[in-house]
């Protein structure tokens, strides 16, 4: 399985980002894919994700009704749509993946994860 990020950069408090995250690799049946971040000097956590075993996207509680999830299964992407950023939401992005994801998404831990992008930096100014 391979994930390739775009969509990374650096905007004002309030602006808007959209991450993108192209997968390939993945076989017949259930997959989770989603995203992760890692702020300088934190731990890594999950922000969102979605399996299409139901469709029914999970999300970080501190980005709840600020970020969206939803991905193009005809080409294969994943997106994060990010609103109203924050300066906390300074982080670099990974997109993951994992294979099969029988019972949706909710809750996302690293060790779940076997497939990692390699990561696009997310700045927010104040």
């Known amino acids: 399985v391979q994930l390739v990020e775009s969509g990374g950069g650096s905007v004002q408090a309030g602006g808007s980002l959209r991450l993108s995250c192209v997968y390939s690799g993945f076989s017949h049946g259930t997959y989770a894919v989603g995203w992760f971040r890692q702020a300088p000097g934190k731990d890594r956590e999950g922000v969102s994700c979605i399996s299409t075993s139901d469709e029914k996207p999970f999300y970080e509680t501190s980005v709840q009704g600020r970020f969206t999830i939803y991905k193009n299964s005809d080409a294969n992407t994943l997106y994060l749509q990010m609103d109203n950023l924050k300066p906390e939401d300074t982080a670099v992005y990974y997109c993951?993946?994992?294979?099969?994801?029988?019972?949706?998404?909710?809750?996302?831990?690293?060790?779940?994860?076997?497939?990692w992008g390699q990561g696009t930096q997310v700045t927010v100014s104040s």
């Open positions: 993951v993946g994992t294979q099969p994801a029988n019972y949706g998404c909710a809750g996302m831990y690293e060790h779940e994860y076997d497939y």
